[in-house]
T-cell receptor, first 116, second 112 residues
Framework: AQSVTQPDIHITVSEGASLELRCNYS??????LFWYVQSPGQGLQLLLK??????LVQGIKGFEAEFKRSQSSFNLRKPSVHWSDAAEYFC??????????????FGKGTHLIIQP | SAVISQKPSRDICQRGTSLTIQCQVD?????MFWYRQQPGQSLTLIAT?????????ESGFVIDKFPISRPNLTFSTLTVSNMSPEDSSIYLC?????????FGPGTRLTVL
């Protein structure tokens, strides 16, 4: 069965500093990959997704992620974080058709804290 | 995109009772999904609801405990039956639309 690992439960970053959140997946083939953000009291918002093609994908709010097949990773990055980026971040995979027709498997999440 | 609403947004229930959560999508979608997010945890898929057929449940979830209805292409309900404190969680509805999954705001359930 597929699995998603987010090794960092909490990350603290100073405002204006760069950010990288790690995500590794376990699956026999290349899954469809997603990053979601969940702010307190809010639903999940899709930041970006990777289906195929260019391994560096751009998302909303200045986020990007790089798919590395050799490392089974899909790490999320942002060059300069803002206080409003404080939230819970989830990496997820879709091992089906990727067209929204299958449920997602989520990592345990990384809680991002922004220091002033 | 698809906008998803859920009712109720939160509830406090007594053990042994049941609660039905409603999920409404502003577009017609083929697939809808129900997830559970236990306190401080990640999301776990409960079941997939396809209009016109019975829901497909993931391992560890059964229809008697979590009956699901999907009467049309914009609506679904999840019932949490015979609740116990272990059912205290956020329940999220999602819909597959235009190669993405969109999520509702969730229903925060507390069982006493």
């Amino acid at each position: 069965a597929q699995s998603v690992t987010q090794p960092d439960i909490h990350i603290t970053v100073s405002e204006g500093a760069s950010l990288e959140l790690r995500c590794n997946y376990s699956y026999g083939a290349t899954p469809y990959l997603f990053w979601y953000v969940q702010s307190p009291g809010q639903g999940l918002q899709l930041l970006l997704k990777y289906f195929s093609g260019d391994t560096l994908v751009q998302g909303i709010k200045g986020f990007e992620a790089e798919f590395k097949r050799s490392q089974s990773s899909f790490n999320l990055r942002k060059p300069s974080v803002h206080w409003s980026d404080a939230a819970e971040y989830f990496c997820a995979v879709d091992t089906g058709t990727g067209g929204g027709a299958d449920g997602l498997t989520f990592g345990k999440g990384t809680h991002l804290i922004i220091q002033p | 995109s698809a906008v998803i609403s859920q009712k109720p947004s939160r509830d406090i229930c007594q053990r042994g009772t049941s609660l039905t959560i409603q999920c409404q999508v502003d577009s017609q979608v083929t697939m809808m999904f129900w997830y559970r997010q236990q306190p401080g945890q990640s999301l776990t898929l409960i079941a997939t609801a396809n209009q016109g057929s019975e829901a497909t449940y993931e391992s560890g979830f059964v229809i008697d405990k979590f009956p699901i209805s999907r009467p049309n292409l914009t609506f679904s309900t999840l019932t949490v039956s015979n609740m116990s404190p272990e059912d205290s969680s956020i329940y999220l509805c999602s819909a597959g639309h235009q190669n993405e999954q969109f999520f509702g705001p969730g229903t925060r359930l507390t069982v006493l």
